[in-house]
């Protein structure tokens, strides 16, 4: 695979400068990923992270919420007990 190949792929455009600076770091990527396959990895398990990993969950509290009234208490806009915004979305579309 080339790099004009990899660039239509990721929909970038690059100049002719571009296309030869990252064919030769593609290069360099591809040949540190050979040397990478020959490392001896016999009897060392898959592993996604060096480090094992923990959840910290909590469990949920319930909990009294902020009231209509704070809620809105600085909102630039609203619209009785709603928070008003602007358009987004044409109408017509």
Known sequence: MNVETLASLARIELSSDEKTRFAGQLEQILHH??????AHTEGVEPTTHVLPLANVYREDQ?????SND???ANAPDKD?????VPRIIDPAS
């Open 80 to 84: 009785g007990p709603y928070f008003k």
């Open 33 to 38: 990923v050979e040397k990478l396959k020959s």
């Open 70 to 72: 704070a809620a809105l």
């Open 62 to 66: 319930l909990r009294p919420s902020l």
